[in-house]
């Protein structure tokens, strides 16, 4: 089955760590996209990619980071000068050509102890 | 500049009667719209899109959603609602000459009561 896949589902971290969220899709999608889902404030870009090794920032990108070493595989790496990364986080590809829809993964919820 | 406005955090419908989650849009050139669903603790599913033709655009579920150019909206409709359709729902638009990437609306929570 084609689709979006995201790991760990749940994820919890000591403050002073970096993590990593992995999101990995094999629809041949070109753009992939990272948003932060917090309640009442709908979804906040991170980072987004529309082709291997160049990404751009989004609204929300400082204490992030990410890579595009594969068309498949967009990593979100959490960093510790991420002050507040407590949230629901979401990846999303969609073909460049076209005006097409995204496709949402199935979210991984952070959680800082 | 693309936005998008969701006037109502919290839509209440009981089940059986008609439902409308309101979506309004702000553009530069014409919009791409589009509308979500989100269910807790799961990713967003595509509903519908409107990108032109018909103002009345059918979707999953059977969800509609009609374009509105005099009053920028995107109203997502539904004739019956059910409780199962209780869920997040996310309006969204993309400016034809601006960039790929979408302005999603902060969301409204629809709530169907048996």
């Known amino acids: 089955d084609g689709g979006i896949t995201q790991s760990p589902k749940y994820l919890f971290r000591k403050e002073g760590q970096n993590v990593t969220l992995s999101c990995e899709q094999n629809l041949n999608h070109d753009a992939m996209y990272w948003y932060r889902q917090d309640p009442g404030q709908g979804l906040r870009l991170i980072y987004y990619s529309q082709i291997v090794n160049d990404f751009q920032k989004g609204d929300i990108a400082e204490g992030y980071s990410v890579s595009r070493e594969k068309k498949e595989s967009f990593p979100l790496t959490v960093t510790s000068a991420q002050k507040n990364p407590t949230a629901f986080y979401l990846c999303?590809?969609?073909?460049?050509?076209?005006?097409?829809?995204?496709?949402f993964g199935p979210g991984t919820r952070l959680t800082v102890l | 500049a693309q936005s998008v406005a969701q006037p109502e955090d919290q839509v209440n419908v009981a089940e059986g009667n008609p439902l409308t989650v309101k979506c309004t849009y702000s553009v530069s050139g014409n919009p791409y719209l589009f509308w979500y669903v989100q269910y807790p603790n799961r990713g967003l599913q595509f509903l519908l899109k409107?990108?032109?033709?018909?103002?009345l655009v059918k979707g999953s579920y059977g969800f509609e959603a009609e374009f509105n150019k005099s009053q920028t909206s995107f109203h997502l409709k539904k004739p019956s609602a059910l409780v199962s359709d209780s869920a997040l729902y996310f309006c969204?638009?993309?400016?034809?000459?601006?960039?790929?990437?979408?302005?999603f609306g902060r969301g409204t929570s629809l709530i169907v009561h048996p």
């Open positions: 999303a590809s969609t073909p460049l050509q076209g005006l097409n829809e995204q496709f």
């Open positions: 409107y990108i032109t033709g018909d103002n």
């Open positions: 969204a638009v993309r400016d034809e000459g601006g960039s790929y990437i979408p302005t």
